[in-house]
């Protein structure tokens, strides 16, 4: 167990729809990173927080957004969902984030699947 | 998005056998991360490096950072069957945006 903490653990939806994704970092964690997970594009890095900040932007759709809250947890919104949205999405966190690379544990992830 | 190489996609062992995985970029990182995922799993953390020449042991599994950075590698010895899983190497800077990128992974399975 990572102490990473996400849910839902699936998620069944339909295009044009809007999900919500939430993870709880590593207690101590200030830095929260997305990744989502497709067979065909592996694992590609989507945002990070730091301390509630937005710190860099990767691979993210307009369609998707995320915000970290005081008690650091994150949320990832998804909207106007479209079937090659289906892929895993992974949390990650670390220490800091700020300054210098620090090691990242990952959550259990969320499947989801747009029908 | 860039992403570092790792090839073959797949390794089929002997249960005992030793097994080497390698990781190549076109760029330079300052850290280099392996870890392994099991099915319907987030990635694991098995072992990081921070300095370019850096060799890091954790039991059966040993890791090396490449002297030009780009590039390292994972060794695993006297497989046993929970090594089956997927493989991947991850590359980080250091600086504010400290993002990993992913090598595809490499699926190992482990004949007994």
């Known amino acids: 167990d990572s102490g990473v903490t996400q849910t839902p653990k699936h998620l069944i939806t339909a295009t044009g729809q809007r999900v919500t994704l939430r993870c709880s970092p590593r207690?101590?964690?200030?830095?929260v990173y997305w990744y989502q997970q497709s067979l065909d594009q592996g694992l590609q890095f989507l945002i990070q927080?730091?301390?509630?900040?937005?710190?860099a932007k990767g691979n993210i759709l307009e369609r998707f957004s995320a915000q970290q809250f005081p008690d650091l947890h994150s949320e990832l919104n998804l909207s106007s969902l479209e079937l090659g949205d289906s892929a895993l999405y992974f949390c990650a966190s670390s220490v800091a984030g700020q300054v210098g690379g620090n090691e990242q544990f990952f959550g259990p992830g969320t499947r989801l699947t747009v029908l | 998005g860039q992403q570092l190489n790792q090839s073959p996609q797949s390794m089929f062992i002997q249960e005992g056998e030793d097994v080497s995985m390698n990781c190549t970029s076109s760029?330079?990182?300052?850290?280099w991360l392996w870890y392994k995922q099991d099915p319907g799993e987030g990635p694991v953390l098995l072992i990081a490096?921070?300095?370019?020449?850096e060799l890091t042991s954790n039991g059966r599994l040993t890791a090396q950072f490449g002297i030009t950075r780009k590039d390292s590698f994972l060794n695993i010895s006297a497989s046993i069957p929970s090594d089956v899983g997927i493989y991947f190497c991850?590359?980080?800077?250091?600086?504010?945006?400290?993002?990993?990128?992913f090598g595809k992974g490499i699926t190992l399975s482990v004949r007994p």
């Open positions: 991850a590359g980080q800077l250091t600086g504010a945006n400290s993002k990993l990128t």
């Open positions: 927080y730091y301390n509630g900040e937005e710190r």
């Open positions: 760029s330079i990182f300052n850290t």
């Open positions: 490096l921070y300095k370019a020449g």
């Open positions: 207690s101590g964690d200030l830095s």
